[in-house]
């Protein structure tokens, strides 16, 4: 399988030649908006016979342009449709196969617009058979937080306390930014930047080849905002907030035919409180011991940063893009830790204080060049980027004995410094064979070099010593090479893609100590089926298999970690394995006038799933990631859009799932079985004079394996906007975790010891935002980042 797998990724390229066209008539240009000279992406395409009736359909990519084909001779008419814009028909008579239209120049129609400026409401929701896709610019609860925030809002995801992101309750989850990985997503990373550069999230639960194989949830795709107005334009936004979120983000752009230039600049000042509570028991030699403790936390976060570059277009068939982003970060938190320790009666009582300072910078560098050719929906693109980032963070630790005597015990103060390169090339073709047949290969190359130094002292008198020997380096260096070859296709009413994806991976964990020397080399194939049918106007069905990967992170690689909580660590385990799964699921989308419903069927068989493992060693409660042998997941989603009015928009969504788990590590049997369900439901109303409100709650029901149990968690959230300024701007006013329900409730049992932790890391956040757009309104847009590599 090996050398199969070897085989196809070098031949990928060179196996693909001529193959059979059947005789077609080919049209094609590109729909610009007559008053702007603005792109119009998306605009639906029709081809029709002299009686009227349809021959060929397409739609516009996300750029106005637009390839059609089809085997209809003589006069026929194209009919170009997109909301709120006039219809356009074209009447052609030529029996040329190759037939360029040029520009397309579509009206608004005023009538529409008035109608939907007063009285509609757009969904922030669109459910598709192979994605969902979560418009963030007609969200209100989105504009003001950050990405982080506004995951927490999206279809089948879930966020946890320490910002994992989960999806249908599976945390194998691939987090993109614009189709790609990034540095972005690392660790907590999402919580620095502001949710208003998104312009969509999309939720794919059973990827295409195309896509990398990592995560076995699926992949979450984050779509930054780009420029698509012509002439200057830009906006301000200015965010105030209780905690302290003092956000200013102005970005200007400016737009001609061959030339798009585009900058932004954000500004942040936030702060926030936690609070965490833990309750600790101990069994030692029939001796119960207990301990209550409290953690009290307040952390600060200012960010900077700045993003510019330039698309230029030489012709109507090539376009290159530069750009570099900088996002420095500035952290100082702040936390005090109380500690109750009794056993029939109260016995010692100890207080640590701690305070850290943090420093991150992020720089990124990208090129892009998309060649587009005379054949309509042929395409190339070439993608290169280069991210590189440093860090350092520093902790001081005091602690002092309260009781029954004060005591002060060894100051401690850690220090660890880390830095990556990153770079990444990526080659995709698309070429249609004929109007319903699409084949797609690429190939794609990273290399990531990680380097990360961790120490640990404590002072007793004026000496400084080095604790449990934490005074160590690790170098990991990773490499993964890909290609992939997808079809696609469709007959009638029935329409098939298949694909196969291979992965080269090369990871090798050093340390200065020459503790942990771990090289691992594979090469797996990733196949992908999707199939669908569909059964009658507005209704289709989908079935889809892929293999996926799901690798370990960098934080559960790493052997240290911080020293801040007193009672209890986690440590990174470098032996991890990647886990593999194999996916299958089947859906329906029904839509009956303005009612739309998705009801889907998921299975997920897993090998070597990695899950966290606690145990007790020399007095602390120690968490590690660990490799199991499996975990099985079946169950059911049900998504459904109603607009029952033009003023009230509803959706909801209900995911219901069993599992189980096997294998064993150590002592710790982690054979276990289970359900839970998650559910979301929200809500959008127009209101008179360009207001509207939103609410949304959000419940994760009980989910418990061999050693944790965690209980359900319920959030409410609510917002209201206002437009005025014939919609140049906006005043935003939204409520996140509203009565502080957002609590997190864990216990978990180990051979001798039982803890029960309650989590609230962030309370209610009242928030109030200005936006001012310049040459924009309403939705538009402005340029942001495009992209990282790597998490």
Do not use: C
Not at 12 to 28: C, D, E, G, P, W
Not at 743 to 771: H, M
């Amino acid at each position: 399988m090996k050398h199969i797998a070897i085989i196809y990724t070098l031949i990928i390229y060179f196996s693909l030649n001529a193959s059979a066209q059947l005789k077609q008539r080919l049209f094609f240009g590109q729909i610009r908006e007559k008053s702007s000279n603005a792109e119009i992406p998306f605009v639906s395409i029709a081809i029709l016979n002299p009686e009227g009736k349809p021959g060929a359909s397409a739609m516009a990519d996300d750029k106005g342009k637009f390839s059609v084909s089809t085997m209809l001779q003589g006069k026929v008419t194209l009919e170009f449709s997109f909301m709120s814009y006039r219809k356009i028909s074209r009447i052609i008579d030529t029996d040329q196969s190759k037939i360029d239209l040029g520009t397309i120049l579509m009206e608004p129609d005023p009538l529409v617009l008035k109608d939907v400026s007063v009285t509609a409401i757009k969904s922030p929701v669109n459910l598709s058979l192979d994605k969902k896709v979560f418009e963030v610019g007609k969200d209100i609860l989105s504009q003001s937080g950050s990405v982080t925030e506004l995951l927490s809002g999206v279809p089948s995801v879930s966020v946890a306390p320490g910002g994992a992101v989960s999806l249908r309750g599976n945390s194998s989850v691939l987090v993109l930014i614009n189709g790609r990985r990034s540095g972005l997503t690392a660790g907590t990373a999402l919580g620095q930047l502001s949710a208003d550069q998104v312009d969509r999230v999309e939720v794919i639960a059973n990827p295409s080849s195309k896509y990398d194989a990592s995560g076995s949830a699926g992949i979450i795709n984050i779509v930054l905002k780009k420029n698509k107005k012509g002439g200057f334009n830009g906006q301000v936004r200015v965010v105030g907030g209780i905690p302290n979120e003092t956000r200013f983000s102005p970005s200007l752009n400016y737009k001609s035919n061959k030339l798009n230039l585009f900058s932004t600049i954000g500004l942040r000042f936030s702060d926030y409180v936690g609070l965490y509570k833990t309750d600790q028991s101990v069994n030692q030699n029939g001796i119960n011991s207990m301990l209550n403790q409290r953690q009290d936390e307040n952390r600060h976060d200012d960010g900077r940063l700045v993003y510019f570059g330039a698309d230029f277009q030489p012709d109507s068939l090539n376009t290159i893009t530069m750009a570099y982003l900088r996002n420095a970060t500035k952290d100082h938190d702040k936390t005090t830790l109380a500690y109750n320790y009794f056993s029939t009666a109260p016995d010692s009582s100890l207080v640590r204080s701690g305070e850290s300072w943090e420093q991150r910078d992020y720089n990124q560098i990208e090129f892009n060049y998309t060649k587009l050719f005379k054949k309509p929906g042929k395409k190339l693109t070439l993608d290169m980027q280069y991210d590189f980032w440093n860090s350092a963070k520093n902790w001081n630790l005091s602690t002092q004995r309260i009781s029954p005597y004060p005591e002060q015990r060894p100051e401690i103060r850690t220090t660890s410094i880390g830095s990556s390169k990153d770079f990444a090339a990526q080659s995709d073709m698309v070429i249609p064979l004929d109007s319903n047949s699409t084949l797609e290969y690429g190939v794609k190359g990273e290399n990531r070099k990680v380097g990360s130094n961790y120490l640990a002292e404590s002072r007793v008198g004026s000496v400084w010593t080095i604790i449990d020997n934490i005074d160590n380096g690790v170098a990991y260096n990773e490499f993964i090479g890909s290609a992939y070859l997808q079809f696609r296709s469709k007959v009638k009413h029935f329409s098939y893609q298949a694909g196969l994806r291979s992965e080269y991976t090369q990871v090798s964990i050093n340390d200065r100590k020459e503790i942990y020397d771990n090289k691992k080399n594979y090469v797996k194939l990733f196949p992908t089926v999707h199939l669908a049918y569909e059964l009658g106007k507005g209704t289709s069905l989908q079935w889809s298999y892929s293999r996926r990967i799901n690798r370990p992170s960098l934080y559960s690689l790493y052997p240290f970690n911080e020293l801040t909580d007193y009672n209890s660590r986690y440590i990174g385990n470098p032996d991890l394995n990647p886990s593999y799964a194999n996916v299958f699921e089947l859906g329906l989308l029904k839509r009956i006038g303005t009612l739309t419903i998705n009801p889907s069927l998921y299975y997920q068989h897993n090998t070597g799933v990695i899950l966290d493992y606690s145990y007790r060693e020399n007095g602390l409660f120690i968490s590690m990631p660990v490799n199991i042998s499996l975990e099985e997941r079946s169950g059911a989603e049900l998504s459904i859009l109603y607009n029952p009015y033009k003023w009230l928009q509803m959706n909801m969504e209900v995911n219901a799932y069993h599992f189980r788990q096997a294998g064993i590590y150590a002592s710790q049997d982690f054979a276990y079985s289970g359900s839970t369900i998650t559910s979301r439901f929200g809500a959008q109303v127009k209101l008179p004079s360009k207001s509207s409100l939103q609410a949304r709650y959000n419940f994760s029901g009980a989910v418990n394996n061999a050693q944790n149990n965690m209980k359900a968690v319920h959030a409410i959230d609510m917002g209201i906007a206002q437009n005025f300024l014939k919609d140049k701007a906006s005043l935003l006013f939204d409520v996140s975790n509203l009565f502080n329900l957002r609590r997190f409730s864990t216990t978990t049992v180990g051979k001798d010891f039982k803890i029960t932790q309650e989590n609230s890391p962030n309370a209610a956040r009242y928030r109030l935002t200005f936006v001012y757009r310049l040459n924009l309104t309403g939705d538009q847009a402005v340029r942001q980042a495009k992209s990282g590599n790597r998490s």
